[in-house]
């Protein structure tokens, strides 16, 4: 039996409450927009979660708890590229960090990817009665009536941060004393570091690789200490001039999915907006799930073919005086920062907390308009 809604008709407390009564065994399956997660049940407790949300990836997690630092993920992910193996057992078999490690961090990500779901206001959700839990699972056992009162209390807080931090464009300045907090743990001093840079809620997030919920409580309880202060939000990028040579985009999925096959040899970067257009209707659409795979696959190696290598250095041809006038979004700026002359394509991409295909749109834009060159 298969159950399907919105969050709108029914919270994910209550979905998580009437599967557990139920002791229901499967999956719920949660989409919003591009970003697809998963919770897995065996008789009515939690055991397991999934997602293709980049910040929520094994490596980035290991980041920001401090586990391994950026080189260790660009030697691992590297390997992982010939090989083929899991991340996990190459960072371990390294001795890049150790097997408890990883274990305690997936368990950690596993509740955290359901956690984030509380504090989603509109989204899918598909229940599939009975469907055979993945292979490579790992297993936790949680009552989902602690994950559910948990979850509710982060919506509490959300909206507590909320009510400071406006929206994700927000950015600090440090107020005087600000040092003596400089003290308190690693994750405070980052946090400070970054403020001092000006950088908004979202690059903040970015930068310390975690949810905008952490990264948010982090700043809301450095304001509520003095530490720092709100300054104002950023101006939101400006929009791309609309390309004249791309199709106008229909509006029912069907249509969508169509123009998206027709686009997929040629123009894949058309294709993915008619994906995106779909899957922002239908979140849980499996063709547009597929397609939007194939569509990467073929954009990916465009990229590569018209300009763009691996293994190019790219280096910053303006200086950062002209940079900070740019309106960069966060993924954009969180990019350049990465591009320091030394590290070439693959390696920027490794460590970006984004989708492999939005790194590279975002390095042969960055190319296009003569902000980086490549060596």
Not at 184 to 194: C, I, K, Y
Not at 242 to 264: G, Q
């Amino acid at each position: 039996m298969s159950i399907r809604g919105t969050l709108k008709t029914m919270s994910v407390a209550d979905l998580l409450q009437f599967l557990a009564t139920g002791r229901k065994t499967g999956t719920l399956k949660l989409g919003r927009g591009t970003i697809i997660k998963q919770i897995f049940l065996e008789g009515g407790w939690i055991v397991g979660s999934s997602s293709n949300d980049p910040k929520e990836r094994l490596g980035q997690v290991l980041l920001h708890y401090g586990k391994i630092a950026e080189s260790d993920l660009r030697i691992g992910l590297e390997v992982q590229r010939r090989s083929g193996r899991k991340l996990g057992t190459i960072l371990s078999s390294r001795g890049l960090v150790s097997h408890d490690d990883i274990m305690e961090v997936l368990r950690t990500r596993t509740l955290e990817i359901i956690y984030d779901l509380f504090i989603w206001e509109e989204a899918d959700f598909e229940f599939l009665d009975n469907e055979p839990l993945p292979n490579d699972l790992i297993r936790i056992q949680v009552n989902a009536t602690s994950v559910t009162m948990d979850g509710i209390y982060r919506i509490d807080e959300w909206a507590r941060y909320r009510s400071v931090i406006k929206s994700e464009r927000t950015f600090f300045e440090l107020n005087e004393g600000w040092t003596k907090a400089a003290d308190d743990s690693v994750e405070t001093r980052a946090v400070l570091f970054h403020v001092d840079k000006g950088m908004t809620t979202a690059e903040i997030c970015y930068n310390m690789h975690t949810s905008l919920f952490h990264a948010s409580a982090l700043l809301f309880d450095l304001v509520n200490q003095g530490v720092i202060k709100v300054a104002g939000e950023a101006p939101p990028p400006a929009e791309e001039p609309a390309d004249r040579s791309a199709p106008k985009l229909p509006e029912t999925v069907p249509e969508l999915l169509s123009l998206a096959r027709a686009e997929l040899g040629e123009n894949p970067e058309n294709a993915l907006a008619a994906i995106h257009n779909a899957l922002n209707q239908e979140p849980n659409n499996l063709e547009a799930q597929q397609l939007r795979k194939e569509a990467e696959q073929k954009l990916i190696a465009q990229i590569y073919k018209n300009g763009v290598s691996p293994q190019a250095v790219p280096r910053l041809l303006i200086s950062f005086d002209q940079l900070e006038q740019q309106r960069l979004d966060p993924q954009e700026g969180f990019v350049l920062s990465r591009i320091n002359g030394e590290l070439d394509v693959a390696s920027v991409v490794s460590v970006c907390p984004f989708r492999e295909a939005d790194t590279l749109r975002t390095i042969k834009k960055l190319l296009d308009s003569a902000v980086i060159e490549m060596k």
